[in-house]
């Protein structure tokens, strides 16, 4: 389907709609989202200011960016009509904004065991995530992961107790960024990167970035794994 322009995305992006897994979890897929990944490349490269993720305490293996006000408040307008039809079934409306450019540099045997697996951003499912993929040239998208003890695909407050109690007899995961080919956890889809993609999921969703390589020049956001990247909370519209 064509998205309109007042869903604040470019005239011609595509909407494509994943139902993953055994919970048929919404994935939208949106190509051609902007018409702007050039000039969001060169923002980054220019005129935005990274810093290592564990000093702002976030467990993302690599660098944050700040991001234009502009982009962040356009992606917000873009995805709450999609949040209504494809995840709440009624209106929603912003509760809490928070967006930045991401680059992927720490090395495979310097992860922590906690980078090593997939995560959730949070148990709350009114909490959603973007993933703006920005680089020319990588293909290294993102995956959502089913936890093989507890066959959990998402997390809640109800579920967690459950899933952490399992976490703690899962195998050590390997020193590399995951797979889900032998560890706890199985890979249910994947998402290749490709420029002006951008995928929107709950951030309940167990996930993580589908990582295979490095790039030389990893921190440098004109050859890095770039990514635009927001999170929104919503609440019900009064």
Aim: charged letters at 15%.
């Amino acid at each position: 389907m064509t998205i309109g322009h007042d869903l604040a995305f470019a005239p011609g992006a595509t909407l494509t709609v994943l139902h993953v897994g055994a919970e048929r979890e919404p994935v939208l897929v949106i190509d051609c989202a902007t018409g702007q990944v050039d000039a969001l490349r060169a923002f980054a490269a220019g005129q935005a200011a990274f810093a290592p993720a564990a000093s702002v305490g976030s467990g993302y293996p690599g660098l944050l960016g700040t991001a234009p006000v502009a982009y962040i408040d356009a992606m917000v307008r873009g995805i709450l009509p999609l949040i209504a039809t494809h995840f709440t079934g009624h209106p929603v409306r912003p509760a809490r904004a928070r967006g930045n450019f991401s680059l992927v540099t720490t090395a495979p045997d310097a992860l922590t065991a906690e980078q090593r697996v997939p995560h959730v951003d949070t148990a709350d499912r009114l909490q959603f995530a973007t993933v703006h993929f920005l680089s020319p040239g990588n293909r290294d998208g993102t995956a959502f992961f089913r936890h093989r003890a507890t066959g959990f695909e998402t997390l809640d407050a109800a579920r967690l107790p459950t899933y952490q109690a399992a976490r703690a007899d899962d195998p050590a995961p390997p020193s590399r960024y995951c797979t889900g080919a032998d560890d706890g956890f199985e890979a249910i889809e994947i998402v290749p990167a490709l420029p002006d993609r951008l995928i929107l999921y709950r951030a309940a969703l167990l996930h993580s970035g589908w990582i295979t390589t490095l790039p030389a020049q990893a921190a440098d956001p004109r050859h890095g794994r770039l990514t635009g990247n927001l999170f929104l909370q919503c609440r019900g519209a009064p």
